[in-house]
Nanobody, 114 residues
Framework: QVQLVESGGGLVQSGGSLTLSCAAS????????MSWHRQAPGKEREWVAT????????NYAEFVKGRFTISRDNAKNTVYLRMNSLKPEDTAVYYC???????WGQGIQVTVSS
């Protein structure tokens, strides 16, 4: 059974930083791309970033480019999202997503105060 568990969320002031972690189990982690998504209140879930299996290729949504960094440690079966220069509009529940459309973490709240 595949399981994704996010951690590292919380409350931060505008301009601050947070690092989210997503620990994976039940899959050949180093064989799959992983991604982060988010859902703000009253909005649809949106894609944030993706990292390829080796970690050498990453892609970002325009609204986080230059501020967020996705990375992974295949030895620890963990993917990270480093978020810098946070803005109030980054407030959302952040989700880790696996290689299939039905593989999601439980989500973790990130709140950025102005």
């Amino acid at each position: 059974q595949v399981q994704l568990v996010e951690s590292g969320g919380g409350l931060v002031q505008s301009g601050g930083s947070l690092t989210l972690s997503c620990a994976a189990s039940g899959l050949a982690f180093d064989s799959y791309s992983m991604s982060w998504h988010r859902q703000a209140p009253g909005k649809e879930r949106e894609w944030v970033a993706t990292i390829r299996p080796s970690g050498g290729v990453t892609n970002y949504a325009e609204f986080v480019k230059g501020r967020f960094t996705i990375s992974r440690d295949n030895a620890k079966n963990t993917v990270y999202l480093r978020m810098n220069s946070l803005k109030p509009e980054d407030t959302a529940v952040y989700y880790c997503k696996g290689p299939a459309d039905n593989i999601w973490g439980q989500g973790i709240q990130v709140t950025v105060s102005s």
